[in-house]
């Protein structure tokens, strides 16, 4: 049975970081946190129960416990059986929850008041959360840890609104061009640097006979969240958005541009037709798609599935006009209506010890915290460096500036994708129809 390629982030390569010593500074860090939790929630049980965690449950149900799955489960397995360790009669629920199905349960069971103590959010998810009162305010736990978010990667700031801060960054994942080095080198084609010699190599690498196309993207019927999160890296990369400041912006240049660059891919027999998600990524690891504007942890995946092609996947950045790319970051939050509050805190600042963001930088995702990775491990991880580079600069693929809409915008643009690209309909006709409905949606 062939294995689905599920979009789950981060989906990173198992690779082991150097041991290194746990920093004096995060072992005071966490000393304060136990000191302070009591002060922090002491108030009421609505605040959540720092005390008496003898045979207390941490719920952190999510797809993220994937184990073998991914160096990402790994990790957060390695969080969670220190933690234990840490606090005896501490049990923390690594229940999986698939992720197609992880944000609308998760969104659920906030709103009807049966709360994990943890949640994994996405760029999109923590804006909605905490627009709509559903997340916990973390300032509190991370004043009495000692935890200046200001040091973190900027994509910390996606988590903080009013000043109040919702989440706290595990990782971030930045989308670069993934690439089949050994079909580039058959085909003596130029790994691209621009616009023109993405054009060129596309023809290069399209080869009919052998059923081998040069780009792999969703071209089919997917869902509305994976389909938004695949169009993307093209429209922010063309330098467009769907939405600008809670303005629909879907009819510009830019946006018709990437759509009409989508719409020849699969007309020209560059990119395969109907293709899901799961679809593109398996033909990527069979060998059969020579290149894919994704996150680099789909390396770690194909060398799990297909050793050979997985060894012969490279990055660089996206060689679209722009020289945009987004990220997608992954953030842990406590839910307002979390049992465990202060244990909750516990768990996510353990997750920033040094150990861990060092195993994430080595997993080929960045860090919260990129500055407790050693230069010498930065160094000699060429794909890290890039991803590093990338994050400095790479947007978010939430709707600016529509935190709320976000379940709308992704089924407006997922309709009207799929209608261009099983029609002769053309990207201007395409962009125009998003922009009537996104602006009947956002009201301008």
Not at 301 to 317: D, W
Request: charged share 15%.
């Amino acid at each position: 049975m062939k294995k689905r390629y599920r979009h789950r982030e981060p989906r990173t390569p198992r690779q082991r970081a150097p041991h290194v010593p746990i920093p004096r500074l995060v072992l005071i860090i966490l000393a304060a946190l136990a000191l302070a939790t009591a002060a922090a929630c002491s108030s009421s049980s609505s605040a959540g129960s720092g005390g008496g965690s003898s045979g207390q449950v941490l719920e952190f149900p999510s797809f993220v416990w994937h184990g073998t799955d991914g160096p990402d489960g790994f990790i957060y397995d390695a969080i969670r059986v220190a933690f234990q360790k840490d606090n005896p009669g501490v049990k923390v629920d690594n229940s999986l929850i698939p992720f197609d199905n992880y944000f609308t349960k998760t969104y659920s069971d906030m709103v009807a008041g049966a709360a994990p103590d943890i949640a994994n959010a996405y760029d999109p998810q923590v804006l909605q959360w905490a627009h709509q009162g559903l997340l916990t305010p973390l300032n509190p736990y991370l004043r009495a840890a000692g935890i200046d978010v200001s040091k973190m990667l900027s994509s910390e700031q996606l988590a903080i609104v009013n000043g109040q801060i919702y989440g706290v960054l595990h990782n971030s994942n930045p989308r670069v061009l993934v690439y089949n080095s050994d079909l580039f080198g058959k085909a003596h084609a130029t790994v691209p640097t621009n616009f023109d010699q993405l054009k060129a190599a596309m023809q290069a690498l399209t080869m009919p006979s052998s059923r081998q196309y040069a780009l792999g993207t969703v071209t089919g019927n997917e869902t509305p969240d994976a389909t938004y999160l695949e169009l993307m890296p093209y429209i922010a990369g063309f330098g467009g958005a769907f939405v600008t400041d809670g303005h629909a912006t879907a009819n510009s240049p830019q946006v018709v541009a990437a759509l009409d660059f989508l719409k020849s891919a699969v007309t020209d027999g560059q990119a395969p037709k109907g293709q899901t998600q799961d679809g593109y990524r398996q033909q990527l690891a069979a060998g059969k798609v020579a290149m894919a504007m994704i996150g680099a942890f789909i390396i770690g995946t194909v060398v799990g599935q297909n050793p050979s092609v997985g060894k012969a996947l490279k990055i660089t950045t996206l060689p679209l006009p722009s020289g945009r790319t987004i990220a997608v970051n992954t953030f842990l939050t406590i839910p307002k209506g979390a049992k465990h509050k202060a244990l909750a805190a516990k768990f996510i600042v353990q997750s920033l010890q040094a150990q861990y963001q060092q195993k994430i930088a080595g997993a080929e995702a960045v860090p919260a915290l990129p500055s407790l990775v050693p230069a010498s491990v930065a160094a000699a991880n060429p794909i890290y460096q890039t991803l590093l580079e990338e994050s400095k600069h790479a947007v978010t693929y939430a709707p600016s500036g529509a935190p709320d809409k976000l379940a709308q915008v992704a089924e407006i643009i997922t309709v009207n994708f799929q209608q261009l690209m099983t029609t002769s309909e053309s990207g201007q006709a395409a962009a125009g129809a998003m922009q009537s409905q996104l602006k009947a949606l956002l009201g301008s």
